[in-house]
């Protein structure tokens, strides 16, 4: 007890007080911005060394990133060679709608989260707890260890009533990470129709949200997930901590 409380005082709190409001440090990926201007002629570098097809050109020739493809690699900021490219470290992109993860040149480093696409039993009976099942649908992994890393001492997320629990029957909807492989499509059917109505899915990644990198692969089978409906996206290659919790935090907070 005592040693306890002299790493305590010695090291301080670790948990980050408000999880709203944290600037992310380091080589850390945020929202990408895409510059108001013209690409140089021909160019289509960008385009070409995405390796997941989520930069979009339109008949304008304006381009436009998808985040619920892209991998956060950075390499397309890298092969511009006009700089239209960068990426901010707003890691606030979680959203209720799936086009609202396309981010269009010229817009801000913002993702705007359609509160009005939430269903009104969510907020209702969530706000104050809320009970996740992960499902990894071929996932490799990186995903589910930072979900594991959002019950750590850092980031706390149990101290907001959000937890992962290890049954579908204890819990309020499933967190899917991975493309969703043929061998695990009907693993996370059985897990979703076991969790008690009403219930949430949300899909965590690249991978989970689009396919990712194994998008033209024939071995997914995603018409489950696309037909039952979607709750919240939460989009990167992992995504953040932070990200998925101020996802959560969003979606189940009581709103007037």
């Known amino acids: 007890m005592i040693e306890s409380i002299k790493i305590l005082r ?53 381009i436009s990133i998808d985040m619920g493809k892209c991998v956060f690699c950075g390499e397309c900021a890298e092969v511009c060679p006009s700089d239209k490219i960068s990426f901010s470290k707003n890691h606030l992109n979680a959203t ?9 040149q010229g817009m801000p480093a913002e993702v705007k989260f359609d509160a009005d696409a939430i269903r009104k039993e969510i907020q209702t009976v969530f706000h104050k707890s809320l009970k996740l099942r992960q499902v990894s649908a071929a996932g490799c992994n990186a995903c589910e260890l930072e ?32 493309p969703i492989s043929t061998n695990m499509s009907a693993a996370m059917q059985i897990c979703h129709e076991a969790v008690p109505h009403p219930k949430i899915i949300v899909l965590t990644g690249a991978c989970a949200i689009s396919g990712g990198i194994f998008e033209k692969s024939e071995v997914l089978q995603r018409q489950y997930v696309e037909e039952v409906g979607v709750d919240l996206y939460v989009p990167g290659c992992p995504p953040h901590p932070l990200t998925f919790i101020n996802g959560i935090l969003q979606l189940i907070r009581k709103r007037n």
């Not at 209720?96 to 269009?104: G, H, P, S």
């Not at 001492?153 to 991975?178: K, L």
């Open 147 to 178: 979900l594991n890393a959002c019950g750590n001492a850092n980031f706390d997320m149990g101290r907001f009533g959000i937890e992962f629990v290890a049954s579908p029957r204890h819990a309020d909807g499933i967190v899917i990470t991975g």
């Open 10 to 62: 010695r090291q301080g709190k670790q948990t980050i007080p408000d999880v709203t409001n944290v600037t992310l440090p380091g080589v850390f990926r945020g929202i990408p911005i895409i510059q108001d201007k013209p690409c140089a002629d021909g160019c289509s570098a960008c385009i070409e060394q995405c390796p997941t097809d989520a930069i979009l050109l339109d008949v304008n020739g304006r």
């Open 96 to 104: 209720t709608t799936r086009k609202n993860l396309v981010i269009a």
